[in-house]
């Protein structure tokens, strides 16, 4: 009969540690890891009161997680590496029991605390990382206990399971606390790299029509634009990798006529290739392709593959980009294809498995030829997988070129003929002969950006009402009604969230389209934005030229 009796507990007690360790395997949250272990701790030891304390620097062990304990205890409670009650389990590193804390009256700080709870033996399990004890499970009953050999046992597997479990929590809280540190560096890093960029962009923008006044003004001001953008395109791929890596990517797909993007991608790269030498071949179908995608990301890929094609093809050399339809044995499985091929250095062939991995280059270290952070390849993969496609590279070797082939599906896309759409910067010329007439409110901290927009709008035939702290846009915007406000949200006073809910109670001012013109460029800064009521969100630096078009859109009743 005892026989059995053991065997029943011992089959009791597995099943629950069991049951323990399925359900550790699921946690994350040191919280809910500590209320499981509690929860288990409190059938697998039979007690009425249990505690999860860590042992700090000083010896004395913390309470983290408890059951069943009063205010007046845990207030009264002092147990330190020194009190018998716990150096015993400190030298052996294993359970220790306390059958009747009576023995411990005189000796230990804390019997008279536990007599006043109503506590008469302790089971006390040690939670042990490498080694070391760095903390305990302490269980009390409130009579009288004598543990079995099956209920010991158990005990030591719960203190396991108990320490590693807490182990990996707190090292996936560390790691999640270090990721929001992360993401809340690069915002502050972004903000404080894209402001300067506004202004640096803006002004060359401004005085590029005067550039054809003197060689050496053009000359200088297409290398200030180049290596902005250059620096731009840098502080993009950062926050893109971390955005793709943390899966805060979102795409905004569309119906778009992938001919006409690849066209515009083409046509902004002329400026690149034609001081250097090479010569753009660009193949189209006549007729519209219409594919359901992110433009903004699809053009990014496309912008990386030429601009990589051609930074790495030598002067005399030529890049062919060709887009065709795949066809497929249904309409349903239609893709395009986008070949992008070059007469270039080619590439190794013992590089060319890890050409699309992240910070990786064919030719890195300090006698490095060509510039960047070996993100983009990675970033644009990854961008058309997220588009259900995918992205090859192929090369014969070095000094025989490279092709990228990007393939995408055509999800029941259609050929449409038509137009393709205005020219680019058409919007801007025709504003600069017919004026806008607006009345804008600028709110921007940053001097050389808020002379930069004003002198910009100026030239569009708008009245400018400029601020550079909240207080002074909130008296503006109440003396004179703007048409439209274009605000900052990283400033000294009132952040940009706040000012456009106070610029929204003023009277009139309710319904002004608002646009988020700022550093902040993340996917939850957007989100930020939208919520607190602005229309639209753009990150520095601005394209002044998509920045016309939103005011036009956000204006259109007012033009």
């Known amino acids: 009969m005892q026989a059995e009796r053991s065997i029943s507990e011992q089959l009791l007690a597995l099943t629950r540690l069991q049951n323990l360790s399925l359900k550790l395997t699921s946690l994350r949250r040191l919280d809910e890891t500590l209320d499981a272990i509690l929860d288990a701790a409190r059938t697998i030891c039979d007690a009425d009161h249990v505690a999860i304390s860590y042992l700090d620097e000083a010896g004395i062990l913390r309470m983290m997680r408890h059951y069943g304990l009063s205010d007046q205890y845990i207030s009264r409670r002092l147990l330190t590496r020194v009190d018998p009650a716990v150096a015993g389990l400190l030298a052996s590193k294993q359970p220790v029991v306390i059958e009747n804390v009576d023995d411990y009256a005189g000796i230990s700080p804390n019997y008279d605390a536990w007599k006043k709870e109503g506590i008469a033996s302790i089971a006390s399990l040690p939670l042990l990382s490498e080694g070391e004890v760095f903390g305990l499970i302490g269980a009390g009953s409130s009579a009288l206990r004598r543990y079995s050999k099956t209920e010991m046992d158990s005990m030591a597997i719960l203190a396991a399971h108990a320490s590693a479990a807490i182990v990996n929590a707190r090292l996936f809280e560390q790691l999640r606390e270090a990721n929001l540190a992360k993401d809340e560096f690069l915002a502050t890093l972004s903000h404080e790299l894209r402001t300067p960029l506004t202004p640096i962009l803006g002004w060359t923008h401004l005085l590029k029509p005067f550039s054809g006044l003197d060689p050496l003004l053009s000359q200088g001001l297409s290398a200030v634009e180049r290596n902005a953008n250059h620096l731009a395109g840098l502080i993009n791929d950062l926050l893109d990798l971390t955005r793709i890596a943390t899966g805060k990517t979102e795409l905004a797909r569309g119906p778009a006529d992938i001919a006409t993007l690849l066209r515009e991608v083409v046509a902004q790269a002329l400026p690149q290739a034609g001081p250097r030498g090479v010569a753009l071949d660009l193949t189209t179908p006549e007729e519209s392709i219409i594919v359901e995608i992110d433009v903004l990301r699809i053009q990014e890929v496309l912008a990386n593959l030429v601009d990589n094609a051609i930074k790495f093809t030598p002067a005399g050399g030529q890049v062919r980009i060709e887009l065709r339809l795949v066809p497929g044995i249904q309409a349903a499985s239609k893709s395009i294809a986008i070949a992008v091929t070059d007469s270039g250095i080619g590439i190794d062939p013992e590089f060319l498995p890890h050409v699309f991995e992240k910070f990786t280059q064919a030719h890195s270290g300090l006698n490095r030829r060509y510039g960047g952070l070996g993100l983009g390849l990675a970033i644009s993969r990854t961008l058309v997988g997220m588009h259900g496609g995918n992205l090859t590279a192929s090369s014969e070797g070095l000094g025989r070129g490279s092709t990228f082939l990007l393939r995408l599906p055509l999800h029941g896309g259609k050929h449409a003929d038509g137009d393709e759409g205005p020219i680019a910067g058409s919007a801007e010329a025709a504003s600069l002969e017919e004026g806008l007439g607006l009345r804008v409110l600028v709110i921007e901290d940053s001097l050389d950006t808020a002379d930069m927009l004003q002198l910009w709008l100026g030239t569009l035939g708008c009245e400018v009402l400029a601020a550079t702290i909240g207080e002074d846009a909130l008296r503006l915007a109440a003396n004179r009604k703007p048409d ?55 990150a520095k630096p601005a394209d002044l030229s998509r920045l016309l078009d939103l005011i036009r859109k956000l204006t259109a009743d007012r033009l």
Do not use: F
């Open 484 to 538: 439209i406000i274009l605000s900052d949200i990283g400033m000294p006073d009132l952040d940009g969230y706040e000012l456009l809910r106070r610029l929204r109670q003023l009277p009139g001012v309710a319904q002004v389209p608002a646009i988020a013109l700022t550093g902040y460029a993340q996917e939850g800064d957007r989100k930020l934005a939208l919520e607190a009521g602005y229309n639209e969100h753009l």
